[in-house]
């Protein structure tokens, strides 16, 4: 490895460790969590240098992200958010395309669930979709719908699914709650969600360190438990593939989380800004 990727990677490490104490180690399990049922190793920034994940080019430089179906008012303006939020956490370009219809997805790749009765679209078919028709400058196309997901035989649902070969992913605002009755945490969910699945379309792993936004998660009670914010083993890899200056990224997490009302995230991400500042490393 070249000196000057050393010397890097040893500052991304110095300011990793700078904003650990912020930090809160992962909780135990209850009983149906992700890690109850789930056993992972998780993946360790080290790791993840060595893993060759997907990231952006000279010509691979965009994220796209598709709405499949119709979108009331209020979803499209969280879709919009997400958008914003996306561009920031990552620091790539970001691009709206135009919305296609439910009608890509055939009756081969619907059923109804079996509890709730409600449509659900097969989650690897949605996949394959966006994988034959990424735009050619894409470093990944993230899709969102209304209509519930299930990634198939032993499955109840998912809140989204993505694919490290590919890139690609998709989530479903359907069970991120009434955006008329509480728009703040139906935003918060519908964010969570995405950071979550972009971080998978680069290569990330579930966390099984700390409490964080790259935790897996089986439920909406364990999901609203879990912060926005990525720890300090996954912002490492953010960092270190994307080129990102950590504080200034804080700093514009921080004014979305502002201009959007999620005063808890706006909080932490001002207290990681002061704490990379403080470090001096960047």
């Not at 299930?150 to 955006?179: H, K, Y």
């Not at 379309?201 to 926005?228: K, L």
Request: proline share 7%.
């Amino acid at each position: 490895m070249p000196e000057r990727e050393i010397d890097i990677i040893a500052a991304i490490q110095s300011v990793g460790a700078a904003i650990a104490p912020l930090h809160r180690p992962i909780q135990p399990s209850h009983e149906g969590d992700w890690l109850s049922v789930h056993d992972e190793p998780g993946q360790t920034f080290l790791e993840y240098l060595a893993s060759d994940p997907v990231l952006p080019t000279r010509s691979r430089t965009t994220l796209y992200v598709q709405p499949i179906g119709n979108f009331q008012p209020l979803h499209s303006e969280a879709i919009a958010a997400t958008a914003d939020l996306l561009g920031r956490f990552y620091w790539v370009p970001v691009r709206m395309l135009d919305p296609i219809g439910t009608r890509i997805v055939p009756n081969r790749a619907r059923r109804r669930n079996p509890f709730t009765g409600h449509e659900q679209f097969l989650t690897g078919y949605i996949l394959d979709h966006l994988s034959m028709n990424k735009p050619a400058d894409a470093v990944a196309v993230l899709a969102l719908t209304t209509t519930d997901l299930w990634p198939g035989e032993g499955w109840n649902f998912l809140f989204g699914e993505a694919s490290f070969d590919d890139s690609v992913g998709v989530w479903s605002l359907n069970r991120m709650g009434d955006p008329d009755l509480d728009p703040t945490t139906f935003l918060r969910r519908t964010l969570k969600i995405a950071v979550h699945e972009t971080g998978h379309m680069f290569g990330i792993w579930h966390c099984t360190r700390f409490d964080c936004g790259m935790n897996g998660c089986n439920h909406q009670e364990e999901a609203d438990r879990q912060p926005m914010w990525f720890c300090p083993e996954e912002e490492m890899k953010i960092w270190w593939g994307f080129g990102i200056d950590p504080a200034e990224r804080y700093r514009q997490l921080a004014g979305f989380s502002e201009g959007h009302r999620l005063n808890h995230e706006a909080a932490f991400w001002r207290l990681s800004e002061q704490a990379v500042r403080n470090n001096g490393t960047f």
